[in-house]
């Protein structure tokens, strides 16, 4: 069972910036697709950005040009650099794969953007 545990969140000011990385045990990560999630409160997880295990990357379009995805497949990790934040990216942030079956979740990294 492979565990995720994200790091990186905390209190910005908005126009700020954060990176957030995502550590992987086990052997499948570099075969697999990686996605960054986010769930405000009181709305449902959303998916936000994904790198493909060759490093291809899709946006949604509510961080398209603010939000970079990458990864490092010998340290397993998954990044996500987070520029200009809005207070609207106020969220708990959460990495998975893409394709089901997903791993379980992570505790997440709450990331608050303050106005």
């Known amino acids: 069972q492979v565990q995720l545990v994200e790091s990186g969140g905390g209190l910005v000011q908005a126009g700020g910036s954060l990176r957030l990385s995502c550590a992987a045990s086990g052997s499948v990560f570099s075969a697999r697709a990686m996605g960054w999630y986010r769930q405000a409160p009181g709305k449902q997880r959303e998916w936000v950005a994904h790198?493909?295990?060759?490093?291809?990357?899709n946006y949604a379009d509510s961080v398209k040009g603010r939000f970079t995805i990458s990864r490092d497949n010998a340290k397993n990790t998954v990044y996500r650099q987070m520029n200009s934040l809005k207070p609207e990216d106020t969220a708990v942030y959460y990495c998975?794969?893409?394709?089901?079956?997903?791993?379980?979740w992570g505790q997440g990294t709450q990331v608050t953007v303050s106005s």
């Open positions: 790198i493909t295990s060759g490093g291809i990357t």
């Open positions: 998975n794969g893409v394709h089901f079956p997903l791993w379980s």
